[in-house]
């Protein structure tokens, strides 16, 4: 694949979750440089660090909390001195069924801190910096869910979540991008269920995949190589 990526320097958070993986993997055999982001698990981002045939740099961050966010940027553009796009990738999903007449505000407080002011945090510090460089292109990609788009029973939080950053941020921010650079992108990418170790638990269950199969034309669960070519 042409993608034009060679030597763009991308950023992607949550690189030490499966799709974030996978995304990185698919940056790096385009030629891109990287900066993968962890939270707890920087380790497995320093693995794949040490794998993948490009420079990168691995950097944690707790997405929720604004001054590690920056800190993250600073450190990105100290090593690189640019970067050319983002992927928002990071995110949770409560793997238990819990009604919302069962759902204490924890938890709704939790995953929306993650999955969409997380988002926020990171697509502000991002437009600063566009903001400052006024570089002549630039690309957001935010990794949402379809549960954005249906709603998700047993999972209020997360679909409500991630429909605020599929909806409200990408439309919103489509519009703010380019008053910063010409060529600016801002994109959603919802995948569906996918094969990872955070759905892993959930897929066990058969009845489960027969119900969602009869909502996919195409009769496959969705692996974490299909949204990164996507994204």
């Not at 030490?16 to 993997?25: E, F, L, P, V, W």
């Not at 100290?78 to 009604?99: C, E, S, Y």
């Not at 249906?150 to 939080?157: K, L, Q, R, V």
Request: a neutral charge.
């Amino acid at each position: 694949m042409h993608s034009g990526l060679n030597g763009a320097v991308v950023l992607i958070t949550g690189a030490s979750g499966d799709i974030g993986r996978g995304c990185a993997r698919a940056f790096a055999a385009e030629g891109a440089r990287l900066v993968l982001h962890a939270n707890v698990r920087l380790d497995q981002a320093a693995v794949l660090e040490r794998d993948l045939d490009t420079e990168c740099l691995a950097v944690q961050a707790d997405l929720r909390n604004e001054a590690q966010v920056q800190e993250m940027f600073a450190a990105a553009l100290k090593k690189f001195g640019r970067l050319n796009g983002v992927v928002a990738n990071a995110g949770v999903w409560p793997p238990h069924d819990t009604p919302i007449h069962e759902m204490d505000l924890i938890q709704w407080e939790n995953t929306v801190a993650v999955n969409l002011t997380g988002v926020f945090l990171t697509a502000r510090a991002y437009f600063r910096y566009l903001h400052r460089q006024r570089p002549d292109n630039a690309s957001l990609v935010i990794v949402g869910s379809s549960a954005a788009v249906f709603g998700e029973a047993g999972h209020a939080d997360y679909a409500a979540s991630k429909a605020g950053a599929v909806y409200g941020l990408t439309r919103t921010l489509k519009n703010e991008i380019v008053k910063l650079c010409p060529d600016g992108r801002v994109n959603a990418v919802n995948p569906g269920w996918t094969i990872t170790e955070m759905t892993k638990g959930a897929l066990d269950d058969q009845a489960l995949v027969n119900r969602v199969m009869q909502t996919r034309p195409l009769k496959q669960l969705s692996t974490p190589e299909d949204t990164a070519n996507a994204v």
